[in-house]
């Protein structure tokens, strides 16, 4: 019975929500954290910007050391930004780089893997938020300003 239970065992990590410097347009923020017992993990991270739509760029990656014995590296399993499949890749150095992912609100980024004994890994995530065009915001005034005009013609 204890050895079924041990391959469930896990070294999960999910970090306070991460503020992201920036805006109004572009954010971005720094995360990742060290695995040291070789288990498989699931770490999460929850992003909060303006929450405006708009797309995600970054990365994560870990790069393997030699010089230690055994290799510190991290096999990564899987990885979702908002539960969008990102690509991650395994050798020398690992992880993953991705762009223009559509995100809104608060994001959340799922990592999973497994340590090779003490390792560790970071990233960074940036997302951009698109800008109204200036023929936007004339269309607003222009729309309040017909708007004004039928209101003050109704009352008088």
């Known amino acids: 019975m204890a050895l079924a239970a041990g391959g469930a065992?896990?070294?999960?990590?999910?970090?306070?929500?991460?503020?992201?410097?920036?805006?109004?347009?572009?954010?971005?923020?720094?995360?990742?954290?060290?695995?040291?017992?070789?288990?498989?993990?699931?770490d999460t991270y929850t992003f909060v910007y303006s929450g405006l739509p708009g797309t995600a760029q970054g990365y994560f990656l870990n790069l393997k050391n030699f010089l230690v014995s055994p290799a510190t590296s991290i096999h990564f399993n899987s990885a979702t930004l908002d539960g969008t499949p990102l690509p991650?890749?395994?050798?020398?150095?690992?992880?993953?780089?991705?762009?223009?992912?559509?995100?809104s609100g608060p994001v959340t980024l799922v990592i999973?893997?497994?340590d090779n004994g003490t390792a560790s890994y970071s990233g960074t995530l940036d997302i951009t938020s698109a800008?109204?065009?200036?023929?936007?915001?004339?269309?607003?005034?222009?729309?309040?300003?017909?708007?004004g005009l039928a209101t003050r013609r109704r009352t008088s």
């Not at 991650?88 to 995100?103: E, H, I, Q």
């Not at 800008?131 to 708007?147: D, I, K, Q, S």
């Open 9 to 42: 065992w896990a070294n999960n990590y999910t970090s306070p929500v991460i503020i992201m410097d920036g805006g109004p347009t572009d954010w971005t923020a720094d995360f990742g954290t060290s695995h040291t017992d070789g288990l498989l993990f699931t």
């Open 131 to 147: 800008v109204p065009e200036p023929a936007t915001y004339g269309m607003l005034l222009g729309g309040l300003a017909m708007l």
């Open 112 to 114: 999973k893997g497994k």
């Open 88 to 103: 991650v890749a395994n050798g020398l150095l690992s992880g993953s780089f991705f762009f223009n992912v559509p995100v």
